[in-house]
């Protein structure tokens, strides 16, 4: 997620591009990441209709419900070019603080997933006396391809080479292989685990998309400047962007599902309309 940094003056050089002033955000970043966040409220709300029977997942509801994939490597992506974007800020400068700034981020979001998984598990068992809950979901996914990418950030435009392949490995090898069901968040897994998760995003091929916008972000915000015009944001263009914005972002993403199933609860005691 892009970062406010306290400004200062740096030097460039002749026919380069100038850096970017270090509290300098781009609103087409936050407001890809606000469309996507919508996106996503929208999807999860279809699949808690499913969880209430209002909706059954007939083959027409789970071709309308696909282009989720589209909405979750979107945001992937974005971290990704947020990522970068940073990172070419700082060039020439003391890269430990950044690299622990990235490590505490993610340590931070793989925390709020391990207390997801909990909170479902305990669900699951209380409501349900099964064992459906989210094992490796998007945060837990997230925060471990934030520490993956460390590393790579190094190989700028290269990375869109090393995040196809990720990709292709993902689509195209590992859902052939089965392994030990300790192996599940690189996507390798027994016949009968996607029963018991409802949510899942494994390392392959997500992670490659976070390599896909570090590779691209070098590209279109080289030394992490803009290079490309773009226009001032009209309303909307404002509205996603406070939307897309990191902690706003994170906060919605946490409450809105909580939320849905509250509304649907009351809904279904008050009216009979569903059930759990």
């Not at 100038?18 to 699949?47: N, T």
């Not at 292989?177 to 949510?199: C, E, N, V």
Request: hydrophobic share 50%; charged share 10%.
């Amino acid at each position: 997620m892009p970062e406010t940094m306290s400004g200062e003056e740096q030097c460039v050089t002749p026919g380069s591009p100038p850096l970017a002033k270090k509290s300098e955000r781009y609103w087409e970043i936050d407001a890809i990441r606000g469309l996507a966040l919508f996106g996503m409220l929208y999807f999860h709300f279809l699949a808690i209709l499913v969880m209430f029977h209002i909706l059954q997942e007939t083959r027409e509801f789970l071709f309308y419900y696909s282009p989720i994939v589209i909405v979750s490597a979107a945001f992937i992506f974005i971290a990704g070019v947020a990522l970068v974007l940073r990172y070419n800020r700082m060039l020439g400068k003391p890269m430990g603080s950044y690299y622990c700034d990235i490590a505490k981020k993610a340590m931070f979001l793989f925390c709020i997933a391990m207390g997801i998984t909990a909170l479902t598990w305990l669900a699951s068992v209380v409501i349900y006396s099964d064992d459906v809950f989210i094992k490796f979901g998007f945060l837990h996914m997230l925060s471990i391809s934030m520490l993956i990418s460390i590393p790579f950030l190094r190989f700028g435009k290269w990375n869109i080479l090393f995040g196809i392949l990720i990709i292709l490995i993902g689509v195209f090898i590992i859902p052939g292989l089965q392994g030990p069901g300790w192996l599940y968040p690189l996507g390798i897994h027994g016949a009968d685990f996607m029963d018991h998760t409802p949510d899942y995003f494994p390392l392959f091929p997500w992670s490659g998309f976070i390599l896909l916008g570090i590779g691209l972000g070098n590209i279109f915000y080289p030394k992490g400047v803009r290079s490309f015009s773009v226009k001032q944001p009209g309303f909307l263009g404002k509205f996603f962007a406070k939307m897309g914005y990191g902690r706003t972002t994170l906060i919605i993403y946490l409450v809105h599902m909580p939320i849905f199933f509250v509304i649907l609860w009351v809904l279904s005691v008050t009216t009979g309309i569903g059930y759990v």
